[in-house]
């Protein structure tokens, strides 16, 4: 492990035991912050994103998928059978001396194997055990989750896409990527509960439920007035103007928050008059008569490019921006200048350009100490510390 500052996470040791991406974004973010994370792989497969291209990087028998990439930073790989009786002793000797313990198996599938909670807390009373399921305790608790299907039943397809449109995931794989920070919170609260108690604790965080957990406005909306707005595109249920308006080269993102932006913007865009018009005096106003002013506004918004409306409205104090193309993102001089890429190289992928934690302590970045590991690479002799 390199030198450097010390991390707020120093010296916790998570076994991880899942697989795909809810639980190990959650561990990433666990080894971001310092956990010494040490991933258990079957030594021939290894965990299914390791197969998901391509792109990979390297050549795609010997180098590394970018999927696996994406979330396996920071973290030690060793390669163990749990069907081999000498891999499960290899596994809960290291339970034993480990603080945090996650998993995503199917519910009941680490029990049968004697690495359950109530098997391993036995040698480690301390441990913190931590279970991603589909679903939490209830009719459907021994389906399996996928976010796919999550988005769909847990209702974000159903606001998600233009209207009138083909119901739409979001672009990444967001229940997974959500269910995964709800589980490195809960495991932070319980290592701090431990530290003051000395108790170990069973943790369950199941992916539907993380997921109706983030509907947030949208979720409280429909339980607060019985109706569903469905499919809304890119304005907003309850702001107006808040969306994308088609420039006259490509979308441009205006979010108007408050009486005063919405004066200032029609000024930018010279129609002060708009702000004067009873109409559009506040916000309820601006929703109730939606379609009219969305129009005025467009015809505006399609005579100039979009980046010259961004720089305009933005001198005017209302958030604007142009919506860009991956290519456009790691482009942005922000980005380049935040630290957030970092250089370095890989067993097999060779030289790698990646995104780092967005976390930033006492005004530093969190470095990548290792990078995302190889399958077994660090088989041979890995214990805590090593």
Not at 45 to 71: K, M, N, Q
Not at 117 to 122: A, D, G, P, T
Not at 163 to 187: H, M, Q, R, W, Y
């Amino acid at each position: 492990m390199d030198d450097g500052p010390k991390l707020p996470l120093e010296g916790v040791k998570v076994l991880d035991l899942s697989r795909v991406l809810a639980g190990p974004y959650a561990t990433m973010v666990l080894g971001d912050l310092g956990a010494d994370v040490l991933k258990v792989e079957h030594p021939e497969r290894g965990d299914d994103t390791r197969h998901w291209g391509p792109p990979f990087a390297g050549d795609e028998e010997h180098g590394e998928s970018a999927y696996f990439l994406s979330v396996n930073r920071n973290k030690r790989s060793i390669g163990v059978d749990l069907k081999d009786q000498k891999g499960l002793e290899r596994v809960r000797k290291l339970a034993a001396g480990a603080d945090v313990v996650i998993e995503n198996w199917r519910r009941g599938a680490l029990e049968k194997l004697g690495l359950g909670y109530k098997s391993l807390r036995e040698a480690n009373p301390g441990l913190l055990y931590c279970s991603i399921t589909g679903f939490g305790p209830g009719p459907d608790e021994d389906r399996p989750g996928y976010d796919f299907l999550v988005q769909a039943r847990g209702g974000v397809m159903g606001i998600t896409g233009q209207p009138g449109g083909e119901p739409t995931k979001v672009g990444v794989a967001i229940s997974d990527i959500v269910c995964g920070l709800f589980a490195s919170n809960a495991i932070l609260a319980a290592l701090h509960r431990r530290s003051v108690t000395g108790e170990g604790a069973c943790i369950e965080v199941p992916l539907f439920e993380s997921t109706l957990g983030w509907l947030a406005n949208r979720g409280q909306e429909y339980l607060t007035s019985g109706e569903d707005t469905g499919l809304i595109g890119n304005a907003h249920p309850s702001i107006v103007p808040y969306q994308t308006f088609d420039a006259s080269d490509k979308p441009i993102v205006v979010a108007v928050g408050n009486n005063a932006q919405f004066a200032n913007l029609c000024k930018a865009i010279g129609r002060p008059e708009l702000a004067e018009d009873e109409q559009y005096a506040t916000n309820p106003d601006r929703v109730a008569n939606r379609e009219a002013l969305i129009a005025e506004l467009q015809e505006e918004f399609g005579k100039r490019p979009a980046d010259e409306w961004a720089e305009e409205i933005r001198t005017a104090g209302v958030p604007s921006g142009p919506v860009n193309t991956l290519a456009d993102v790691f482009a942005d001089e922000h980005l380049l200048g935040s630290g957030m890429l970092q250089d370095l190289d890989h067993p097999s992928a060779g030289h790698l350009e990646m995104l780092a934690s967005p976390i930033l302590i006492d005004g530093e970045r969190l470095p990548i100490r290792r990078p995302p590991p190889t399958l077994g690479q660090h088989t041979e002799g890995a214990e805590w510390g090593t």
